[in-house]
């Protein structure tokens, strides 16, 4: 059985989000799965989803949100969850057949390479592949040097990238598999006003960091000061829903 995980917690995606994905997976997925959700309110949430209680990571009340959480995902035993699984963040839209996220060897870890650091070693974890319970030392050492973590990583996909590498079985995802929207898709100032975003050609996954997010590519968006736009895009809007 291989898995594919999401989470959801505070209130910045609503349970859209994860009824999309869920949905998107289901449609393009071929092998037999578990899809599963660790969130901290399963309100809204579709019953065939699959939900199980976030797990816990306290000290980040009083820290910006940069993705810490994630961390606990490597911990030695995760509910009862086992082998190999695809995490994907609630922000990404599903354009192409998943299996081959399966299929890619060697190395049981790999993640998106990202795309504003080429060259450093440093992943965008909004993609990643993992074995269930084989990297606990990941976990381990965040939790007892938090400090000196904080002060040499910016967030925690920065802190994974080098905690894999240190082991030197950092791999990324083939080019072109995952495209950022902003950085790949977004019209430049003025055009984005009266053009769609460009076509994002072969990628599987199209991933939304930062603005807009997907329901403003489908809804259309104007960002702060009107210096940025997305004019309404039916072709990813078709991708986005349930």
Known sequence: MINVICMKW???FSPEYV?????????????EHRFVC??????????EIETLPLPEMSGLENRPE????????????LADLSGEALFLDLDVVIAGALDPFFDEAPGDF?????????????????VFRFTIGARPDVLDYFLSHRESVYQAHRNEQAYLSWAIRQKGDLLFWPEGWCVSFKRHLMRPFPLGYFLEPKSFGNAKIIVFHGNPNPDGVRDGWIGKFGLRAVKKCPTIADLWTE
């Open 10 to 12: 505070g209130t910045k």
């Open 19 to 31: 009824n999309i994905l869920a949905s998107r997976v289901r449609r393009n997925l071929s092998r």
């Open 38 to 47: 660790f969130t901290d309110d399963a309100t809204g949430l579709r019953p």
């Open 66 to 77: 940069r993705g810490w959480r994630k961390l606990t995902l490597f911990q030695e035993r």
């Open 110 to 126: 790999r993640i998106i390479e990202d795309w504003n650091l080429k060259g450093t070693g440093i992943g965008n974890s909004s």
